[in-house]
């Protein structure tokens, strides 16, 4: 009878905690993502005035915005070690950032280990698919400028045309530094079959950790972003940038990888319920400079797969013993907690929140004022 009053108590428990997070969430959702918006809309005037200041300011919020959803996983014991390549002096450099895709909870992950990189979190666009268009934080990824990218043989081609006609837009006129993509183009309980089939039919690496990458995307980024492009960069929305401002283009490209324990990955659910005990997830960072990167299809397409093959190793390793294997030149693996600062944490969940009521008495006095 005991056991069973325990495990009674248990899952009660559970489910409680679980309402009281989501409950929490659904209001900070409430106040935070609206602030965000009516802020913007008031400074519309500056963005005509002065449009590198609007976008600092409006990437300032942004990073708020995901200090918030680091802060959901981090009160609920889901922590990040990073192991590899420390990436913070690239912070102002920038970079084309490559992952592993596995959940809907890798997001979350970035969004908590990249919040101590410097400016880049505010300064990152992300390459995401079309469905998160219709989250709850869809809107603000559309402001922010993320593109979001359709799925399907049906669409890739005008999704290429679409995404280089967004960089050219929007990258380098809101004075974005680090592109984010998953070049699986889906997670990988659902592409791996498919991946596996077609490696079999075209004599590539057979691979199960990771699927075979595709490629237009990373293509498309490189030939707009990379610094062999001379024209064509746009500065300020509309107008070309001058001379002494001109960007250096891409200088990095960073392989992230991303592991968890027993190869169970945390889906956006868990990071917002809570219900999974603490779990610490793993990132492995490997660098390469761009002119380390060969520009031709066939060439970049060769380098792309192997770096997806090194991810299976490193995967393949990490399942087995716990950590990832040392960086080449080293004897022994160094790895780092990221821990975010509570303070921050709870300085920015209470201006969301601070925002929320300031927002509210104004709409409410300006609806009793005319009616």
Not at 182 to 207: C, I, M, V, W, Y
Request: aromatic share 14%; with cysteine; proline share 5%.
């Amino acid at each position: 009878m005991a056991p069973h009053l325990d495990a009674a108590r248990k899952l009660a428990w559970i489910l409680l905690k679980s309402l009281l997070r989501f409950t929490f969430m659904f209001v900070n959702n409430c106040v935070a993502i609206p602030s965000y918006c009516l802020y913007l809309i008031v400074l519309q005037p500056l963005r005509l005035l002065d449009a590198p200041t609007f976008w600092y300011i409006e990437g300032v919020m942004f990073r708020w915005l995901l200090a918030m959803v680091a802060s959901w996983g981090w009160c609920a014991g889901y922590t990040v070690t990073e192991w590899g390549d420390d990436v913070r002096p690239m912070s102002e450099e920038e970079a084309m950032v490559i992952v592993n895709h596995q959940a809907t909870g890798d997001v979350c992950t970035l969004m908590m280990c990249l919040q101590d990189k410097g400016t880049v979190v505010r300064k990152m666009m992300w390459l995401m698919d079309h469905v998160f268009k219709y989250t709850n934080f869809g809107v603000v990824s559309l402001i922010h400028g993320d593109f979001f990218i359709r799925q399907g043989k049906a669409y890739r081609e005008k999704q290429l045309v679409y995404l280089k006609e967004h960089l050219e837009k929007y990258y380098y006129s809101r004075d974005r530094k680090w592109i984010v993509l998953f070049p699986e183009g889906g997670f990988l309980r659902k592409r791996r079959e498919t991946s596996q089939a077609f490696a079999k039919k075209n004599d590539l690496p057979h691979l199960t950790h990771v699927t075979l990458p595709r490629l237009g995307a990373t293509q498309v980024i490189l030939k707009i972003l990379g610094p062999q492009q001379e024209n064509g960069i746009l500065g300020t929305e509309g107008s070309p940038p001058s001379q002494s401002n001109k960007p250096k283009g891409i200088q990095w490209v960073i392989d992230m990888t991303i592991a968890y324990p027993n190869a169970r990955p945390i889906d956006i659910q868990t990071w917002i319920f809570g219900y999974r005990d603490p779990t610490v997830t793993h990132v492995h960072y490997r660098t390469y400079a761009i002119k380390d990167v060969p520009v031709e299809n066939k060439a970049l397409t060769d380098w792309l797969y192997q770096r997806f093959v090194e991810k299976e190793k490193l995967l393949d390793h990490f399942y087995k013993t716990g950590t990832f294997p040392p960086l080449e030149g080293q004897k022994e693996t160094v790895s780092r907690d990221m821990i975010p600062d509570n303070a921050w944490l709870v300085f920015v969940q209470t201006f969301a929140f601070a925002s929320g009521y300031l927002w509210y008495s104004i709409l409410h006095h300006v609806y009793c004022w005319f009616f």
